[in-house]
């Protein structure tokens, strides 16, 4: 049954539904749950090894009653029971239409007996005894005994013997009844139990928060590491096929690896939330996305940018350093910037980057004749758009088009990939979209 068709039933007063809702709510206490609803009156029956703790049992009732306010319910009455015994050791109600604290009694179940056992036995004398032993069934009885009405009189001997039975739950000799024994074994041994497992629920928060942090880190180097390596791959692999290389460098095909890397990301970000209240591993592990996404996503420039430094340092003989200022000079010429930023800015607009001092002296004139050939190749193209453009100004566009639409395509994917884990997060942690733990109270 779907958690929304049972939390509506519930509100109408459908016990099945309200035992449902409590059952999974106290599926670690290993306590069960009945309902029955008769004329407003919503009875529950909770039965465990051990009979439930009274005051417990009544306070999760009473919050989810008011949580649910459930129609048709007046009154609610609720009977602990223990496992083996035949009636009930406590009972509580309250009136749910009020503030008034549920009402709890102790019932006594001296001289009741439990289910496979013998009655319980006194052990007053044989005489107080006799009048049990001599009982018979109606049907046996002899047929010229006399009638009931015929029976000894109020101060009669056999009456006045049978009197000892009905003091028998308060003879000081007599033996209590098993199903106590649990209850109070119970009440003993429940503050050192509550504070013990108060400890170790703030423990394992603890430790819990402490593997959500080293969870979500791990996830963010393993995201990073996984850019490194599809960036390194397309550098030295696919971009050096030939005459396609160079295409596929210019169209930065190596992004499209993007849906891997960001989908890791996400599932990663997403399931750590199951270790940490959901409304501050939501926001802390999504605030830890977006501000390591265009990071990640940049790595491929990145790497590319260190390979022409290389490439540059080698064929021109240089030093690191040497190659470094030489770039930026050339860099600073052409788009205004230096550094990484301006190798992002170049590469959006020229598509060549020279690998020697003599194509730097040259990148000029041979940028100008390839455009030239382009534009009267594609004159009559050009001439037919709204808004008269130069080629480098339409290869711009282009690039920068790709590179929108790549990281849109990062974005988007680690955003979708994040709100499913999420979903499957709240299951493994067993919690509602409020974030707040599938119990009834």
């Not at 108060?198 to 603890?206: E, G, K, P, T, Y």
């Not at 890397?261 to 501050?280: E, K, N, S, W, Y």
Request: positive net charge.
């Amino acid at each position: 049954m779907v958690r929304s068709d049972i939390f509506s039933q519930a509100q109408r007063g459908d016990p099945k539904a309200i035992a449902a809702l409590m059952n999974h709510s106290l599926q670690r206490k290993q306590v069960t749950v009945r309902a029955a609803l008769r004329a407003g009156c919503l009875t529950i029956l909770a039965t465990s090894r051990e009979c439930p703790d009274a005051r417990f049992m009544a306070n999760f009732v009473r919050r989810g009653i008011d949580r649910l306010q459930p129609g048709q319910v007046n009154r609610v009455v609720i009977r602990g029971y223990a496992i083996g015994s035949i009636g009930s050791l406590w009972t509580a109600e309250f009136d749910p239409h009020s503030n008034a604290p549920p009402q709890i009694s102790n019932i006594p179940q001296s001289g009741l007996p439990q289910t496979g056992q013998p009655a319980v036995r006194s052990t007053s004398s044989p005489r107080t005894q006799s009048p049990i032993t001599s009982k018979v069934p109606e049907r046996g009885r002899d047929r010229s005994s006399p009638p009931r009405s015929a029976r000894p009189s109020r101060g009669s001997a056999t009456q006045t013997a049978t009197r000892p039975i009905s003091k028998l739950p308060t003879t000081p000799t007599s033996k209590p009844s098993r199903s106590i024994r649990p209850t109070a074994k119970y009440s003993r041994s429940s503050k050192p139990q509550t504070a013990l497992s108060i400890f170790l629920a703030r423990l394992l928060n603890v430790l819990a928060l402490l593997t959500f942090i080293v969870l979500s880190i791990t996830i963010v180097i393993l995201a990073f590491v996984s850019k490194i390596w599809t960036a390194e791959f397309a550098e030295n692999t696919i971009y050096q096929i030939q005459f396609l290389g160079d295409l596929l460098r210019g169209l930065e095909a190596a992004e499209v690896f993007n849906i891997f890397v960001f989908a890791i990301l996400g599932l990663g970000l997403g399931l750590a939330t199951a270790l940490a209240p959901r409304t501050f591993g939501v926001r802390v592990t999504a605030s830890i996305g977006l501000i390591v996404l265009p990071f990640i996503f940049s790595i491929s420039s990145l790497i590319r940018y260190q390979s022409w430094i290389r490439e540059f340092s080698e064929t021109e003989k240089l030093s690191p350093d040497q190659a470094i200022a030489q770039t930026d000079i050339y860099l600073q010429n052409k788009v205004d910037q230096a550094g990484f930023f301006g190798f992002y800015l170049h590469t959006a607009k020229y598509p060549g980057l020279p690998t020697t001092r003599i194509q730097m002296e040259q990148i000029d004139t041979l940028e100008s004749q390839a455009a030239d050939r382009l534009e009267d190749a594609f004159s009559t193209l050009l001439g037919s758009l709204p808004i008269k453009l130069e080629l480098p100004q339409i290869f711009a566009l282009c690039m920068w088009g790709i590179r929108i639409f790549y990281f849109l395509l990062a974005l988007l994917t680690a955003i979708g990939n994040f709100l499913q884990s999420v979903r499957w997060a709240d299951r493994l942690a067993r919690r509602d979209e409020t974030g707040e733990r599938e119990t009834l109270g």
